[in-house]
Nanobody
Framework: QVQLVDSGGGSVQAGGSLRLSCAAS????????MGWFRQVLGKVREEVAE????????YYADFVKGRFTISQDNAENTVYLQMNSLKPDDTAMYYC????????????????WGQGTQVTVSS
């Protein structure tokens, strides 16, 4: 069973940067893809980015393309989300997820979630 631990959130001003980390333990054939989601209270959780831990292919939501980068360190079993040029609209709880991606690269079948890490961007 996969367990995920998110970290790295915090408060920054608009234009600033943060790097989120997701440390994973355990592995199943149904958790080969990993991603980051975010959720604002009262709104639907939305996918931000995804990476295939085997091949390294990535997916990004349009609203983060060019600003966020997802990467992995297989030796450390850790996935990162580097967030640059942060905007107040990026304020949300960010969650790491593990599962299987569909043909468009988005996670379709999620088997594990991290506990979440809060990102707050002030203007």
């Amino acid at each position: 069973q996969v367990q995920l631990v998110d970290s790295g959130g915090g408060s920054v001003q608009a234009g600033g940067s943060l790097r989120l980390s997701c440390a994973a333990s355990g592995y199943t054939h149904r958790t080969k893809d990993m991603g980051w989601f975010r959720q604002v209270l009262g709104k639907v959780r939305e996918e931000v980015a995804e990476i295939s831990t085997g091949g390294g292919s990535t997916y990004y939501a349009d609203f983060v393309k060019g600003r966020f980068t997802i990467s992995q360190d297989n030796a450390e079993n850790t996935v990162y989300l580097q967030m640059n040029s942060l905007k107040p609209d990026d304020t949300a709880m960010y969650y790491c997820a593990a599962g299987l991606a569909g043909p468009d690269g988005r996670l379709l079948e999620i088997s594990a979630w991290g506990q979440g890490t809060q990102v707050t961007v002030s203007s």
